[in-house]
């Protein structure tokens, strides 16, 4: 196979081992070989946050939107969850063998009170509350969903992150009895997701348990996941049973796999298109519309969260580090 080919073929389409490994060999291959001109950064390191303050009133303006809504039959039959299944159906489809309850997640890594906690024990004292959020998937649809969960950086500051918390590392359960999609080397298992410590301390970033008002399907990352409204879809982690504080930049899955498409910040960006298509306009999912030949719309840098979340990446390339 040539490179190129190796290049064009969808990831969503690997499920051949053999290409898959060749894929990743020639990535590798890629990302040593400066002279080729990839651009991708996997081994820089970022810039400190700026840490400036926001504006209480535009922070709210992002907890909801007028948009039509997606429907919940929509936005729990067309997902991407790969340990159920890499075609948009596979999720909903898949025999229910998860099981949520007990819960537990293991919080550790730079902090002063990590723990294994129930999940009951990881929300406690938070009340969940409704957010209408945008999700934008990096394949180029997009959908409106309420979702009820908690700010993820109110959980995390009872486990008391110290100074060397720069980043935060969040994993999904591995088990393929429970999650039949990881007898498949569709990703490198398990999934893996960061944020930068300021990205998850951000009050717009949520810990989500649930959407339309129950509790989440399995197929929407049952029984808590993240939702970052302001990045592509495939950082909003699903099924969270660790998240540890690091000071390096951690490994996420996407990334690992291939480094010149999915970067780690992955900022919902139209101005940076994907190696293989462009990110100019999305497909909005909502209402009662077809989801397949559903309008396209523009893309807003961040998503739309601009207001709120544009100050984090204050004088950096947006293009280096997408
Ligand atoms: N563990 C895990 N989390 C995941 C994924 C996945 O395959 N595995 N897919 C991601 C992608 S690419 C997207 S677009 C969103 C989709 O979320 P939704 O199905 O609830 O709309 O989940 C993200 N979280
Ligand atoms: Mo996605």
Known sequence: MSLRDALRIPLREITDEAVYRERRHLVAALMAAPALGITGCSRAEAPPPPGKPLDPTRLKAGFGTREERTTFQDASTYNNFYEFGTGKADPSRAPKTLRTSPWTVAVGGACAKPGRVSLDDLLRGQKPEERVYRLRCVEGWSMVIPWLGVPLGEVLKRFQPSSKAKYVAFTTLNDRKQMPGQSYPSLDWPYREGLRIDEAMHPLTLLATGMYGKALPQQNGAPLRLVVPWKYGFKSIKSIVA???????????????????????????????????????????????????????????FNGYGDQVASLYAGMDLRKWY
Do not use: C
């Open 243 to 301: 998240i540890t504080f690091t000071e390096k930049r951690p490994l996420t899955s996407w990334n690992e796999m291939a480094s010149d498409e999915y970067g780690f910040f992955s900022n919902v960006n139209p101005a940076v298109d994907h190696p293989r298509w462009s990110q100019k306009t999305e497909r909005r999912i909502a209402g009662t519309g077809s989801k397949l030949f559903a309008d396209r719309i523009p893309t807003r840098a």
